[in-house]
């Protein structure tokens, strides 16, 4: 049975298993996850939200999100950014990104299962989205944030995308290696990547006001030691509403779960695991509950226990609370709390995803 990870004083394992529930509530017959009831979804989330669920031992429902994955895959390697939940696509664009992430799920899948059959099935829809992703790198190497699907690309790079792609490669790369389909050309890349995140910010297109630009390298391994460490002290007053969590753009008053549990994920990667815990603590506000420990609705995976307020305006007027945006509450918000309570305890056999990485082959 699997060991489902928990906080003491901040989420229970049973939490944890009930947020996973409320994942899985969500999952249509096809194995698509959207964000919520009748809702959109896309592929980097979708994926968010598997790896949520292998950690809390859904592991069929998790290899019914991948599947839904290869499915869909077009045949150059690439998924669209967002699929409606009756099956059309609702936004045509191809994200690397978005592309690259299945790397991360599969891989993890793998470490949560040691399924080695699951692995080979998927591994032509990993190496199809990774060899897609490598053909839209600039000259220097990193990869343009998308193209139109007629090929019409957009003309830059992403610093987040970049860190997350990355990490994707060095994924994929372990994955390959597992299998006996080395790729070293990803670690390479990725190693070029990285270089160009510590050396270079100015390669990347400006989106310093955003909370990922500022976490993400750390979170994904791209910046480590002392630079990493710098890293996170350098921005934290300017993103952190202490006591609340972190918002999702500097200049705006709304705390995110979703951002506040990836950055407690960077800081548990620069084993300052009192922080990270304590961002967990304070995103509690955000997680739906019922007194009676009944569904809030009838509908199934709607504002259920167990699913996360996407945002909270701040501060609360008169005990009102604004939510932001409205009445949402995500699947992939949910999913990132379950990824950062599993990398802080380090309690699944994937939980070294991101905290305490395996080293580069």
């Keep these: 049975m699997t060991a489902i990870p928990g906080l003491p004083g ?4 049973q939490e944890v298993r009930e947020t996973a529930q409320h994942l899985a509530s969500l999952q249509l017959p096809n194995g698509m996850i959207p964000w919520f009831p009748g809702g959109h979804c896309d592929p980097w989330n979708h994926v968010e939200s598997a790896m949520a669920l292998d950690i809390a031992g859904f592991h069929h429902e998790a290899e019914h999100a991948y599947e839904w994955l290869a499915a869909t895959q077009r045949a150059d390697g690439s998924w669209h950014s967002y699929y409606a939940s009756d099956g059309s696509i609702e936004d045509t664009k191809l994200d690397t990104n978005v ?3 299945i790397a991360t799920g599969v891989w993890h899948h793998w470490r949560s ?3 080695r059959g699951f692995a080979e099935n998927m591994w ?3 190496e ?8 839209l790198r600039r000259p220097d190497g990193l990869p343009l944030w998308a193209v139109e699907p007629d090929g019409r690309p957009w003309n830059y790079a992403l610093l987040t995308g970049t860190a997350s792609i990355q990490h994707a490669l060095r994924c994929g790369a372990h994955l390959g290696a597992a299998l006996g389909e080395p790729r070293p050309e990803w670690r390479e890349a990725a190693s070029l990547m990285c270089e160009i995140l510590r050396t270079d910010p100015y390669a990347f297109e400006p989106k310093t006001r955003w909370a990922m630009d500022w976490y993400y390298p750390v979170l994904t391994g791209a910046l480590t030691g002392e630079r990493a460490k710098d890293r996170m002290a350098d921005r934290w007053d ?4 202490e006591g609340l969590g972190i918002r999702c753009v500097s200049d705006e008053p709304w705390v995110t779960a979703s951002e506040t549990a990836e950055c407690a994920l960077a800081f548990a990667t620069i084993g300052d695991v009192s922080t990270a815990t304590e961002l967990l603590r304070w995103v509690r506000p955000h997680r739906i509950e019922s007194e009676s420990g009944s569904p809030l609705t009838d509908t199934p995976g709607a504002a259920a226990p167990g699913a996360y307020w996407t945002g909270i305006v701040h501060p ?5 609370r604004v939510l932001f945006p409205f009445d949402e509450h995500t699947s992939y918000t949910a999913a990132a709390i379950v990824l950062a309570v599993d990398g802080i305890t380090q309690t699944t056999q994937a939980s070294n995803l991101f905290v305490d990485r395996q080293p580069a082959l």
């Design 10 to 13: 901040v989420i229970s394992a």
């Design 99 to 101: 592309c690259a992430y």
């Design 113 to 115: 299962t040691w399924d």
């Design 124 to 126: 032509p829809t990993v």
């Design 128 to 135: 199809r989205a990774l060899e897609w992703v490598l053909t």
């Design 238 to 241: 300017e993103f952190a509403m």
């Design 316 to 320: 609360v007027d008169d005990g009102e």
